[in-house]
């Protein structure tokens, strides 16, 4: 079994412990192992062989023995008792939305009810609302609920939120008397994928700020509307929320919804021992119940002692630690950026000619861009074999001349990394470029030996610079190859190649948590738009903050780099 099974399989059986009523405390721990499990960054198989599983954050005890279960036998005897007594599919009902354990349980107890298709049957049927709490109304949002679920279908990408989002903050600044509005939530961290959309307002003034949002030409349908908070369903399917606080509470506000949870238990935790309770609204003194008010999170963590904590490092993984060493990394920001080293024009699959893409490039402050079109072997796309880089040379040389020396065009190539681990074209002709990115497009399926030779074979050869997309994921469309990342990143540790963050939001590769490790083993890394036509180079902000996200500062990110030393460092990989 692999962390994703196993972090699966907590989260189900959390959910079934959440409909039976189960304590709190022992949902979250197995919430919180899932999590763990997912952001480990490594192979639970080899930890468990190492006798390491104790030491993952929040796997205690009880846990770990039922992780060793599952990985010895693959079944796991307290899942089958607890679904001897409660239906597993009931756990799928919780995805509704507004419908809670408790009515799942009662549905289940006093009508059988079992499935998505049985509740909505029964609630066409009119049999839900003669239920303790329900009525035709309940029922009817129920529906409403259901139908809102087929639209919505998963999580909506971070590339998909941000720029809604952004949409949504344009309107709401122009609300007289709104003094901010910022996101929060999963969004302002910038994870991958993002839930529901939350803004938070600063107003004295709430009700104009409910207004603009509830009648936004986008709304299907509005869910709540309150004096401080209004919820609404865009005609996407995802959702959005407002809150108004007054301006002087809008730190504190904006430090709490901004997340993550468990970084602000640990946040609550530094209060308490520093005499105050902290919540969304102050900073209160247990002594005498006065506030401290913060308009700006900085002055929270200032009153906690500790330096600002920038939303992206958020997640209780080191942060706070960190912070009170005053060893937070140094914040990557976009201008550090000054080149884009994976792209394509349209001697492969790109939309644009060289020279557009380097204008492009220009436009956006890059300096140096390399052009790395597909080889030809990958057949999904057309592609440049040795004879077509050399024309595609003269087609570089005649952009160059144009643009001067605002901008340096490298010529490279995204050569493919074949099915037996060979590079689709000859060590002369990659020896003749300026850069080479090696990538996997096909056979990501193949088992993980297999996988992995593949992906050590390209990164032991002496002519590839950077590993483009490593794990070959698309989030929410295909998995990650089950490669054996333990060899990868020790490989990659050895050689000195380059691990791309893929900025592309469909791809954001490598992970955060992977970016992590990279950082940890000092392997150099490369924010690299994959850009297929000029607007792609705006994905450079994702990378960016995926970059963040894992720590990395941009001494070690190669696209911060000076041209000379970046022209130093491909030269110096180039075999004598």
């Known amino acids: 079994m692999t962390n994703k099974d196993i972090a699966e399989r907590f989260e189900r059986i959390a959910d079934l412990l959440q409909i039976k009523g189960e304590v709190i405390y022992k949902i979250l721990a197995y919430r919180k192992a899932a999590e763990s499990l997912l952001g480990l960054g490594r192979d639970v198989r080899e930890v468990h062989r190492e006798g390491g599983l104790e030491a993952i954050p929040g796997v205690g005890k009880a846990i770990a023995e039922k992780i060793a279960e599952l990985l010895d036998t693959g079944e796991l005897r307290f899942y089958d008792e607890l679904t001897a007594t409660i239906p597993e599919s009931l756990a799928e009902l919780l995805a509704i939305p507004d419908l809670g354990p408790k009515k799942i349980k009662l549905f289940w107890e006093t009508l059988g009810i079992t499935s998505l298709e049985a509740l909505e049957s029964a609630a066409k049927a009119g049999r839900l609302r003669d239920l303790p709490g329900m009525g035709a109304k309940s029922e009817a949002k129920l529906l409403e609920g259901i139908a809102s679920l087929a639209r919505r279908g998963d999580r909506m990408l971070l590339g998909d939120a ?63 509307r309150g004096p401080v908070k209004s919820s609404v369903e865009f005609v996407d399917g995802s959702r959005a929320q407002v809150w108004v606080h007054p301006p002087e509470r809008f730190g504190t506000a904006l430090q709490y919804a901004t997340g993550s949870k468990d970084h602000n238990v640990r946040l609550r935790e530094l209060a308490l021992a520093a005499g105050f309770s902290l919540s969304e609204h102050a900073l209160k003194r247990v002594s005498d119940g006065t506030e401290l008010l913060c308009a700006t999170e900085a002055e929270v963590y200032s009153a906690l002692g500790l330096p600002y904590v920038p939303p992206e490092l958020r997640e209780d993984r080191g942060e706070i630690p960190a912070a009170q060493r005053n060893a937070l990394p140094r ?18 699959d790109g939309k644009a000619s060289v020279l557009e893409m380097a204008q492009a490039a220009l436009a956006r402050g890059l300096r140096v861009l390399a052009i790395t079109d597909h080889s030809s072997g990958l057949g999904v796309t057309q592609g440049v074999d040795a004879e077509g880089l050399s024309r595609q040379r003269q087609a570089i040389e ?7 020396s605002a901008i340096r065009i490298l010529q490279g190539i995204e050569v493919e990394i074949r099915a037996d681990g060979s590079l689709d074209l000859d060590d002369r002709t990659l020896a003749g470029l300026d850069i080479v990115v090696a990538s996997m497009h096909t056979g990501l399926r193949q088992p993980r030996e297999q996988v992995t030779a593949r992906m050590l074979a390209a990164i032991r050869n002496p002519h590839v610079d950077v590993i483009g997309h490593p794990s070959g994921r698309l989030i929410q469309r295909r998995e990650a190859a089950d490669l054996d990342l333990d060899a990868v990143f020790a490989a990659a540790a050895a050689s000195g190649v380059t691990l791309e963050i893929n900025a592309n ?5 490598l992970s955060d948590v992977y970016v992590r490790r990279a950082v940890d083993l000092g392997i150099p ?14 994905f450079l902000e994702y990378g960016v903050a995926t970059a963040r996200r894992g720590w ?16 130093r460092w491909l030269a ?5």
């Open 162 to 224: 941000v720029p809604v989002a952004r949409d949504l903050l344009g309107v709401l600044r122009q609300v007289p008397g709104v003094v901010d509005a910022q996101v929060a939530g999963s969004l302002r961290r910038w994870r991958e994928t993002v839930g529901d959309i939350d803004i938070l307002v600063a107003s004295r003034d709430a009700d104009p700020v409910m207004s603009a949002f509830t009648s936004l030409p986008r709304v299907a349908r509005i869910l709540g």
């Open 505 to 509: 939001p469909q791809r954001l590769d």
């Open 525 to 538: 890394l490369s924010i690299n738009t994959d850009a297929h036509r000029p607007e792609h180079f705006d």
């Open 331 to 348: 914040r990557l920001e976009l201008a550090d950026i000054q080149s884009s080293l994976h792209n394509h024009s349209t001697w492969s």
């Open 398 to 404: 005649a952009a160059q001349a144009e643009l001067g």
């Open 552 to 567: 990395a500062e941009a001494e070690q990110v190669i696209n911060c780099w000076p041209l000379e030393r970046l022209m």
């Open 572 to 576: 110096g990989r180039s075999p004598a």
